[in-house]
């Protein structure tokens, strides 16, 4: 009878390097037991004739390729993909260390005190998201530069009406001739002067840092601002304000999609009750949506990277090389452009900088208590990979994933699906390609057998390039361009076979 691979068994036994002996099953249906001494209890007159035909059913065993044969569990434990195999070109790659930075002057940014004060209200809190327009820090004005313009301001504000009501009042005398018309004149130069007086105190409070809004809300309310509310500046640099009875307090937002114009609140610099000078930076801002790959590159480099660079070659970048339960695994990044190389090289050591844009990717977003929203981003600022460059074309082969090929010393294998001997799937009835019999004596031996869902077994080829991620095999070999293979997991069936073969051959009996 054929011999049965469970891989759900076999599997674990490779990771933890047992012997997968223990683990192997062998089918064998004997009504007779043997006791230490090799003594055959139940002698009976047919013993001899059964043992001839249970050898007779493993003698195609000893002929049989090793072979895996898989559960339908152990297949989804190890994430099993079959794939056709593809012919086609391969360009081999140079990796060239690289690292994620800020993009200068878009992905950093201060928030800074507009006026001299002393900071009332902090709601900035470091590591939530900042949205435009979002108010974080109120700031009581104690610049007294500040103060006598807002009361220069409605000073005029103040005659400026005083004006209007006069021209009102002498508008039907003027008409009647009661009064002189130059008196009316006199007051209508006046008023001209006061507009243009408020435009100018006006400008003079946004030039000393008081928000543009919160002028306008000072002109309606004829009020004098107290304190200034800092927010988050837009896209276009601006910072809009409300009126200071706004409370600062955080906004019930949903997760929405991430804005170039959203920043993440890096660093908190102030505190409640710290006094202020105008310019001071209030906390750090970072916007992580664009950034940059900087590539060291040596000087032989630099012809191959300005070429790349001139015809906008595509290029891969790889983040992580790690190994988990299936294999190594890494992030790669395509259609990558280098936008320029530096003209000049890096402090202390002989390396160029080559500058390559990154478009940041929003792999989660949370919802605190308060209702602020945190982000966790695919690429973070100091984070190292590899960038491949281009290099040598290798054409007429057959490229395959690094996880679909075994490599072992000098020999290499791919799994493909298992082919029966016709003769030996003659013997067995209702397509039973497994080695179970039907018989009713083996109901109970046969609940030990899971289902078989697969068999593969191991294909030789020659390696011609290998790398990280791709496997490169010689085409012209048994292995055929529209061929079934394993795609992933080439290694570990690779344990299995060897497992199999230490196992060795002869009979071994169910433990229940």
């Known amino acids: ?195 243009t007086t408020l435009g100018l105190r006006r400008d003079e409070l946004i030039v000393r840092g008081l928000p543009e809004a919160q002028v306008a809300t000072l002109v309606d309310a004829k009020r004098l601002l107290r304190s200034v509310t800092v927010r988050v500046p837009t896209g276009d640099g601006k910072a809009p304000a409300a009126a200071p009875e706004t409370p600062i307090v955080p906004a019930s937002w949903t997760p929405r999609a991430a804005s170039p114009d959203d920043f993440s609140i890096e660093r908190l610099l102030v505190e409640p009750g710290q006094t202020v000078r105008r310019g001071q930076a209030l906390c750090d801002l970072a916007s992580h949506t664009e950034l940059y790959l900087r590539v060291k590159a040596f000087e032989r480099d630099v012809p191959l990277l300005a070429r790349l660079a001139d015809t906008k070659t595509p290029l891969s970048a790889e983040f992580g090389h790690n190994l988990d339960a299936h294999g190594p695994t890494s992030s790669v990044v395509e259609g990558l452009q280098i936008r320029y190389v530096a003209n000049h090289v890096l402090p202390g050591s002989k390396a160029y900088a080559c500058f390559i844009p990154l478009r940041n990717e929003l792999l989660h977003e949370s919802i605190g208590a308060t209702g602020r929203r945190y982000r966790t981003w695919r690429f973070a600022v100091g984070q190292r990979g590899h960038v491949l460059l281009p290099t040598t074309l290798i054409d007429g082969h057959l490229p395959l994933p690094a996880e679909a090929v075994a490599v072992e010393g000098a020999n290499a294998f791919v799994f493909v699906p298992h082919e029966h001997d016709d003769e030996h799937g003659d013997e067995h009835e209702d397509g039973d390609h497994y080695g179970h019999h039907a018989g009713a004596e083996d109901d109970e031996d046969h609940e030990d057998h899971e289902e078989v869902f697969l068999e593969l077994e191991p294909l030789s080829v020659a390696v011609v390039h290998r790398d990280r991620r791709t496997v490169v095999v010689a085409s012209g070999g048994e292995l055929q361009p529209g061929d079934t293979i394993a795609m992933n997991a080439a290694y570990q069936l690779h344990l299995a076979v060897q497992a199999a073969a230490d196992g060795g051959g002869g009979h071994h009996h169910h433990h229940h």
């Open 1 to 195: 009878m054929q011999r049965a691979l469970t891989l759900s068994l076999l599997v674990v036994a490779a990771f933890l390097g047992y012997s997968a002996r223990g683990w192997l099953e062998h089918a064998q249906h004997d009504h007779h037991d043997e006791d230490p001494h090799g003594v055959m209890h139940g002698g009976d007159d047919s013993h001899d004739d059964h043992e001839d035909d249970h050898d007779g059913d493993h003698g195609h065993d000893e002929d049989e390729d090793p072979h895996v044969a898989l559960t339908e569990e152990a297949a989804r434990t190890l994430g099993l993909r079959l794939g056709t195999v593809q012919g086609g070109d391969y360009r081999k790659t140079t990796p060239i260390p690289s690292e994620v930075v800020e993009f200068p002057g878009v992905s950093a940014y201060k928030l800074a005190a507009p006026v001299n004060g002393v900071v009332t209200t902090v709601a900035a809190e470091p590591g939530a998201v900042a949205v435009p327009g979002e108010p974080l820090f109120e700031v009581q004005i104690t610049d007294e530069r500040v103060l006598d313009a807002q009361l220069a301001l409605l000073e005029a504000l103040t005659r400026l009406e005083i004006v209007d009501e006069e021209l009102q009042r002498l508008r039907p005398l003027a008409e009647s001739g009661a009064v002189s018309g130059r008196q009316r004149r006199d007051l209508q130069y006046e008023r001209r002067e006061l507009i």
